[in-house]
């Protein structure tokens, strides 16, 4: 048995204005984001999903994250549903559902991930 969740939304931004991206977005959603690591995270209330924000070279887009105890399990389980896999990187997992939305799968990253994440056999 391993348990997921969804963990993240993250904003694929194709720039290299990244800072003129977290002004656009900081409005939009109405959060405060802070640079974390290589990238920006909004300062979500709570236990909402985190959302971040960073600067790739493929096209924009959003992609979700799972956050698992077990990433090999949990990418087996989304094969199973239909998803594919894309390459595994040092972290994460990347993969693409069966209607072309980026997942990465990835370890937890927040403290509530026992108490709210699904239980899968």
């Not at 924009?60 to 956050?67: A, F, G, K, T, Y």
Request: hydrophobic share 35%; charged share 25%; proline share 3%.
């Amino acid at each position: 048995m391993h348990k997921s969740r969804i963990g993240e939304i993250t904003i694929d931004c194709q720039t290299q204005d990244l800072k003129s991206a977290v002004v656009f977005w900081s409005a939009a959603l109405g959060y405060h984001a802070v640079a974390f690591e290589d990238h920006y995270r909004f300062d979500v209330l709570g236990d909402d999903i985190a959302i971040n924000l960073q600067s790739v070279s493929h096209p924009s887009r959003v992609h979700i994250d799972l956050e698992t105890d077990n990433i090999d399990r949990e990418v087996e389980r989304l094969e199973r549903l239909g998803a594919r896999l894309v390459r595994r990187a040092r972290r994460w997992t990347v993969m693409t559902t069966p209607t072309g939305h980026g997942i990465c799968v990835c370890q937890p990253s927040r403290a509530e991930f026992q108490q709210r994440a699904n239980h899968w056999p």
